[in-house]
């Protein structure tokens, strides 16, 4: 295989090459093990960072219906039903349920700690309650994702998103809350 195919290949898919090497991993993952969540949850995750919002919302879907209880496919729904900038994508009350089930799921089996997973889920579901107009809801979420950074730069964005639910402004963001 010549790398000129790899580069055809990615701008064919209108992928980065690094992201059509993980795909094409993944996919062959995929390929042996079809019921294989995580791989596809990590697919999904690659194409809502690339902006291909149908392809990653049916993936994470497929996730969900394999595992209606991973709490990451259900974070990742979330934060692209809640934050995309295409409209036709956007549910907030689905985010909210998807968000509000990943945070419990995710604290009963332990795995939210003091650390960047519990801010992530945190920021999801105030992106998720800011999405229906509870912009209450999504200060209090925020700021108790602030209680769980550890560097200025995360601080900083999490202050800018409370600026925007104080205004009443919800999120738009192509890669979601946590991908900046």
């Known amino acids: 295989m010549l790398i000129k195919d790899i580069y055809e290949r990615a701008k064919a898919r209108g992928v980065h090459v690094k ?3 993980v795909l094409e991993r993944l996919e062959s993952i995929v390929a042996r093990d079809p ?3 995580y ?4 697919m999904g995750h690659l194409w809502h960072l690339n902006g291909n919002y149908a392809v990653a919302l049916e993936l994470y879907n497929k996730v969900i219906a394999l595992d ?3 709490a990451y496919a259900l974070c990742y729904r979330a934060d692209l039903l809640a934050t995309c900038p295409e409209a036709q994508f956007r549910d907030g009350v689905k985010a909210v349920a998807d968000a509000t089930l990943a945070l419990n799921v995710g604290r009963e089996e332990g795995f939210l700690q003091n650390d960047w997973r519990h801010r992530m889920f945190l920021r999801v579901l105030a992106a998720a309650y ?5 912009f209450t ?3 209090e979420a925020e700021n108790e994702a602030l209680a769980f950074t550890v560097t200025k730069r995360a601080a900083r964005t999490i202050k800018h998103y409370l600026s925007s639910y104080r205004s009443q402004v919800p999120i738009r963001k192509k890669r ?3 991908w900046s």
């Open 130 to 134: 800011a999405e229906i107009g509870d």
């Open 176 to 178: 979601g809350v946590n």
């Open 35 to 37: 019921n294989d969540t």
């Open 68 to 70: 209606s209880r991973f």
């Open 137 to 139: 809801a999504a200060m």
């Open 19 to 21: 992201t059509l090497v």
């Open 39 to 42: 791989a596809y949850v990590e």
